[in-house]
């Protein structure tokens, strides 16, 4: 017998859960933040502002540049990380466990501090067109962690919180949830250590996606 369902919609980040690219915003953001003259960010602290909005999460990594040079920035590291996008691929095991959901009939959607061109991109240059019934972008909402884009995508499919999960490498994701009133699953394979996951409450945290594919197909 098949298991109920119980999430409707299942609402997953884009880089670091899905798309195999924190190295590469890491480096982006450290040479962005040099070209412009700034201090170098520790590893650490470039990968910490993943998943937020761009100009918040630069100025978030680097606090010694004024905010008359953030344009500038921003472009930077535009430059650094198209030049480097197509050296990055989907997480293995990714695609099959998208088929399974979509098998299921659950609503797939993205939620993501990346812009709306760049998904639109990504998801063209993957032949992903279809796949995600729906998809938020931090340049047409609010960024994370405010829960704007979730409450978007839930009114855009009439699903109630308690119906919903969200799946995410951060604690801007796991907070993201819980400002919604979700369900979230982390996972600790991206951007973040999963140290802070725990006051989040994550339904689970996966380490790979061969375990997070397993855990929604008991669960989601």
Not at 88 to 108: K, T
């Amino acid at each position: 017998m098949s298991r109920p369902r119980q999430f409707d919609l299942i609402c997953f980040d884009w880089d670091g859960t899905l798309f195999d690219s924190t190295a590469i915003i890491v480096r982006s953001i450290q040479q962005a933040v040099l070209d412009v003259g700034g201090a170098r960010p520790s590893d650490a602290a470039a990968a910490y502002v993943i998943g937020m909005a761009l100009v918040p999460a630069l100025a978030r990594a680097a606090p010694d540049v004024p905010a008359d040079k953030y344009p500038e920035l921003a472009a930077r590291y535009r430059h650094h990380y198209l030049a480097r996008q197509h050296d990055i691929s989907l997480f293995e095991g990714v695609l099959p466990m998208l088929a399974e959901l979509r098998a299921r009939h659950h609503w797939l959607s993205v939620a993501t501090g990346k812009s709306r061109r760049g998904l639109d991109e990504v998801l063209a240059s993957r032949q992903l067109q279809g796949v995600f019934d729906g998809s938020r972008t931090a340049d047409e909402t609010a960024g994370k962690p405010h829960p704007r884009m979730l409450h978007e995508l839930m009114r855009e499919f009439g699903v109630e919180p308690q119906r919903t999960l969200m799946i995410g490498d951060t604690t801007h994701d796991l907070q993201m949830a819980l400002n919604a009133g979700c369900a979230s699953v982390g996972v600790s394979y991206g951007a973040h250590a999963p140290d802070d996951f725990e006051a989040l409450r994550p339904r689970q945290v996966a380490h790979s996606v061969a375990e997070l594919h397993r855990w929604l197909s008991d669960n989601a």
